[in-house]
């Protein structure tokens, strides 16, 4: 098995799935995470093969891109029968896609080290400055605003005012890209979740003291 090879077939087959697309999970998306997988692969001595094929083929199988994430799990099994990646891997590089999206935060534990690396690569992608970038073309794209003074914090509305709430940019931050630093698995990607997270944090600050014109 000629990893290095498949590696590059794959990423040129991702490439080409996810060019534009348009829900979040682009190409670049999927660049910058498998990125972010190999930094920390390589401190926390994760297998550097699995670990870069699950990160390059996470969101190949996201079930918003799928009719179901069983079909979507099925795509990526022929593609990796196709690579003749043998029968062990590819069980495993499976185990781990089907294992790391949030889910509301309520995924199962995992035990796997390569995904948690992966988890962790995935979950960096949407704090820190690019999270917020992602954050604010996401909610432009689905026509919301990006901060609504009357809003209250989600958690702090009842059912009533949580359906009808408009839900602008800065409430996802709330939601989940704050909460996403208690979540991280491994020692480095907590060390790289804290400076994402600290920069978030002074960017809600800037912002909401611009708004209130004392900035
Ligand atoms: P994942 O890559 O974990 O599957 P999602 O599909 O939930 O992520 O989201 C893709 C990107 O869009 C992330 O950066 C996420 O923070 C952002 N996003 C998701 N839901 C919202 C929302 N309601 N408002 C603003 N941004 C959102
Ligand atoms: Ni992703």
Redesign the pocket.
């Known amino acids: 098995m000629d990893k290095e090879l498949i590696i590059n077939k794959t990423e040129a087959y991702v490439r080409n799935e996810l060019e534009g697309e348009p ?3 682009d190409w670049w ?1 999927i660049h910058r995470v498998t990125e972010v997988t190999k930094r920390i692969a390589n401190k926390e001595k994760g297998d550097l093969f699995l670990c870069t094929m699950a990160a390059l083929l996470h ?1 190949i199988a ?1 079930e ?1 891109l799928n009719e179901s994430e069983e079909a979507g799990l099925e795509k990526v099994r022929e593609w990796l029968i196709s690579q003749e990646v043998d029968e062990a891997s590819m069980e495993i590089i499976l185990e781990i896609i089907s294992t790391i ?2 889910k509301g935060g309520h995924g199962p534990t995992l035990t796997r080290l390569e995904a948690k690396i992966v988890q962790d690569a ?2 960096l ?2 704090i820190g400055a ?2 917020i970038a ?6 432009g794209a ?1 026509g ?1 605003p990006m901060y609504d003074p009357n809003d209250a914090p989600r958690e702090q509305m009842t059912k009533e005012e949580y359906r009808s709430n408009t ?1 602008a ?1 800065i ?2 931050f709330y ?3 704050l909460k996403l630093k208690e979540l991280m698995n491994t020692k480095t990607g907590k060390e790289m979740a804290q400076a994402r997270h600290e920069y978030m944090a002074g960017f809600l600050e800037q912002f909401y003291a611009e708004w209130d014109g004392k900035k």
């Open positions: 829900s979040g999970h998306h969101d996201d918003k999206s949030f995935d979950r992608d949407a690019i999270g992602r954050c604010f073309v996401y909610s689905k919301r839900g940019a409430n996802h939601e989940k890209l």
